[in-house]
């Protein structure tokens, strides 16, 4: 059982990093390249996401293969820093502010918000 | 609908799946109260973005243009291996439980960790002279 377990880890935690990458480029192509939208879209949707199922208390394993492997391989915390980054060394100073600014906000709005629906499922 | 390639989401796969491993295994191994600091989710984080720094800015820059390395090492593992949403449903739990410096401290701290160590892998990686 451990080994399914932790085999479907691998597998989810995959897809997660292929969904993430397919709905960034989607994000990105739609609204354009200036701002990391792209990234912001994954992170606040993962961020509601894992709050509701923060909401739905679920059992060690399910939590295990839902949250941490399929919400926490499609949300990034790397690519989001690296981003800042690059808008900073582009001189870019606001918007990499506003990056990190709008993306703490509405990431934790977004897990509340989340777990509000999640506990009334 | 942009245009899929099949050996370029293969890479990210293969690179997330593993830093899902990794990451998940250390979240297992080192469980904590909702008011401790969140060493585990804090290390993944960190790590992942002196990784991605150092992988991206070395592709980019320094290395022959490659179609699977970056989808590999950076998409997939530093994406897997790093969480965002973790990290806020965690400063949410801290909020909860009023522990407001924790919160503030933790969600500060991965910031400037963060961003330092992008920038300290991107920094590192155009001062070492190119090497084939």
């Given amino acids: ?121 | 609908m942009p245009r899929i390639d099949r050996r370029e989401v293969a890479a990210i796969f293969v690179g997330g799946a593993l830093g899902t491993l990794l990451r998940a295994g250390l979240a297992e191994a080192f469980p904590h109260p909702a008011t401790a600091w969140p060493w585990p989710t804090f290390a993944v984080n960190v790590v992942a973005a002196f990784l991605l720094g150092y992988f991206v800015t070395r592709l980019q820059e320094r290395l022959p243009l490659s179609s699977y390395r970056r989808p590999l090492l950076g998409t997939g593992l530093c994406g897997g291996l790093s969480t965002f949403s973790t990290m806020q449903v965690e400063i949410l739990k801290m909020i909860d439980a009023h522990a407001w410096d924790l919160a503030i401290g933790y969600a500060a701290a991965s910031v400037v960790a963060g961003f330092a160590a992008i920038y300290l892998a991107t920094a590192f990686v155009r001062r070492v002279r190119v090497l084939r």
């Fill in chain 1, 1 to 121: 059982m451990t080994m399914l377990l932790w085999a479907g880890v691998i597998l989810i935690g995959g897809a997660g990093s292929v969904v993430r990458f397919v709905a960034d480029g989607m994000v990105a192509s739609a609204v354009g390249r200036d701002f990391p939208f792209g990234t912001l879209a994954v992170n606040v949707s993962g961020a509601v996401i894992l709050g509701l199922l923060t909401g739905l208390a679920l059992g060690h394993d399910q939590a295990l293969l839902a949250g941490t492997a399929a919400v926490g391989s499609y949300t990034t915390f790397s690519t989001w820093m690296f981003e800042t980054d690059r808008l900073a060394e582009e001189r870019q100073y606001r918007k990499a502010a506003a990056n990190v600014i709008v993306s703490l906000v509405l990431g934790v709005a977004a897990a509340a918000l989340g777990r509000l629906i999640g506990v009334h499922l």
